[in-house]
């Protein structure tokens, strides 16, 4: 896992010790109609670590994040890729299970969980929120333990490119912002096997590879049809 450049624990504590990797504005935006703070992060940073107090709900504005956790046996798990307008912070408990790393420069809005789930007991427009919030990662949640659980390599990388394809709204091109590695833990494949499978999909002509962060689908039949296996 990466060192932590920040957390947002330190940014609400004030602390000053290692607080580079973000850049919070004195500006502030509504986000679940309540007033959110607006927070950057460099690639790199640990926007919360695992097991810090769950005390804020985030949005993403721009920028690609991943969360992830390091097992007991040294290997890496990420349980999602956080692109614009999902959110994190929605934990069961009173702290994160999951760490949240920015894969690129990310912007985010942050706001109390205790104030909105004040907010969301006068407000049925704020509580209608949280449980869309809610409903969507529950259901983001089952998608991708069928993903881990019952797929062949090729259906696992044709359902990720397929899953890229629709949250990027493009048909015929993606841009990977991860890297293999990260869509090996991902997909609870080796990065080996990633690459390898990349390849038969290239060979097969489902897709074309004019770099290894750039999908070119030339088959998006093809890929859904892996989605759906």
């Known amino acids: 896992m990466l060192t932590s450049v920040a957390t947002t624990r330190g940014i609400v504590s004030n602390r000053t010790d290692g607080a580079r990797g973000f850049v919070p504005s004195a500006r502030h935006t509504s986000f679940l109609g309540l007033t959110g703070i607006p927070l950057h ?37 990420i349980g999602a890729f956080l692109m614009a307008g999902d959110y994190f912070g929605m934990e069961a408990r009173d702290t994160h299970c999951f760490a949240v790393e920015a894969i690129t420069d990310l912007h985010v809005v942050m706001v109390s969980r205790s104030a909105a789930f004040a907010a969301a007991g006068r407000d049925t427009a704020v509580a209608r929120s949280l449980w ?17 659980g019952r797929k ?32 090996a833990d991902y997909l609870g494949l080796t990065i080996e096997t990633v690459s390898r499978t990349m390849t038969q999909l290239e060979s097969a ?5 004019p770099t290894s962060r750039h999908v070119v689908i030339k088959r998006p039949h093809e890929l859904e049809r892996l989605s759906l296996c």
């Open 41 to 77: 992060f460099e690639r790199g940073a640990e926007i919360v670590a695992e097991e810090d107090p769950a005390e804020h709900i985030y949005q993403v504005v721009s920028g690609t994040a991943r969360t992830c956790k390091l097992l007991c046996n040294g290997r890496r798990q």
């Open 132 to 148: 869309d919030i809610t409903a969507r990662s529950l259901d983001a949640c089952q998608q991708h333990a069928l993903l881990l």
């Open 152 to 183: 062949t390599a090729v259906e696992k990388i044709g359902s990720f490119l397929s899953e890229m394809a629709e949250r990027q709204g493009s048909d015929d091109e993606i841009d990977l912002p991860m890297s293999r590695q990260d869509i």
């Open 205 to 209: 002509g489902t897709i074309a590879l």
